[in-house]
Each structure stands twice: as C-alpha cells, then as structure tokens.
C-alpha cells in the first residue's frame, strides 16, 4: 500500500510524518514550511532492508533458542513430574506399610501389657504366698526349737546331751 501510494496527494487520516510539501516549482519545503505548500504528497518510509533483515534473523535466532530452552524445560519439569508421581506412589506404599506396621506393634503393645498385668498378679500372689510360707516356717522353727530345749535335760558337767534325731512325726505333733 505504502509503494502504490507513494507520490500521489496525501489524505487528512496520513501521519504528519508521511506527508511532504512542495511550493509551485516543484521544490521540497522543509517541515517548518509546510504551511507554505502548494501541494502535498505522501512519502513511503525508506527501509534498509538488509538491516531490517539481519534484525529480523538475530531474533528468528533468539526465538529458536528460546523455542529450545522451553521444550528442555517442558521435558525436564516432565521427568520431574514422573519422577514426583513414582516418589508419591512410594511413600503413599510406605506410609500404607508403616500404618499397618504401627496398627501391628500397637496390638502386640497392648498384649504385653495384658500379659504384664498378668505377671504381675502372679507375682504379687507369690509374694503373699511366699511371705505365709516365710512366717510358718518361723512359727515352725520356733516350735521346733522350743521341743528340743524342753526335751533335753542338762548333764553333769554343764554341757547337754546330744539331741535326738527327731523323727518324721515329731515335726507333726501338735503341743
């Protein structure tokens, strides 16, 4: 449009910058002088295009690097994410296995301490038991000891005979 254009009259809707004057003998007025335009045309803009060119081709390149540096992003967040879905399928197995583990001690924790409880009735009962003993084996022995004084006399010289040998029922017998 800018070529077709170029050189015919300008119109109200072109940029001031587009627009040039010139007086009657067909001479360019400077910008200033506009006013003094006998006729006014429209001027294209000049290109260098080689330089338009090169610009154009030092972006293409930075796109295409930028192009690349996405798509090894994309692929690096992808392996990233695979990586991440194996990791939470792992520990979610791992978190599974570790509830059944902790479900597992707690009951077995709970077992020893009904045993525990257990135990320790027994004990408590062997205690008392072995403390009924412990006091009637004393009272036995203090029976016991009483029999032997009573039974043997003292001899001549002082000393006491030697004790019988009780037998099976003098441990028995009652008072």
């Known amino acids: 449009n800018e070529y077709l ?3 015919k009259p300008a119109t109200a809707d072109d940029s001031p910058w587009r627009k040039v004057g010139y007086d009657d003998n067909g001479v360019q007025l400077p910008a200033e002088e506009m006013a003094k335009a006998t006729k006014v045309l ?3 803009r000049l290109r260098d295009y080689a330089a338009e060119i090169d610009d154009l081709l030092r972006r293409r390149i930075a796109m295409l690097a930028d192009v690349d540096a996405t798509k090894k992003d994309i692929d690096e967040l992808t392996a990233a994410e695979e990586i991440g879905k194996k990791l939470q399928a792992f520990r979610t197995d791992e978190r599974q296995k570790l509830t059944n583990d902790l479900a597992g001690v707690t009951k077995e924790r709970e077992a020893i301490e009904k045993h525990l409880a257990q135990v320790e009735q027994l004990l ?3 205690r008392e038991l072995t403390a009924q003993e412990m006091a009637r084996n004393r009272q036995m022995v203090a029976d016991l000891s009483a029999r032997q004084l009573h039974a043997q006399p003292a ?3 002082g000393t006491s005979t030697p004790a019988k040998r009780p037998d099976s029922l003098a441990l028995n017998r009652s008072k």
């Open 124 to 126: 408590a009962k062997a």
């Open 155 to 157: 001899n001549n010289n």
């Open 5 to 7: 254009r170029n050189g």
């Open 42 to 44: 429209y001027e294209r």
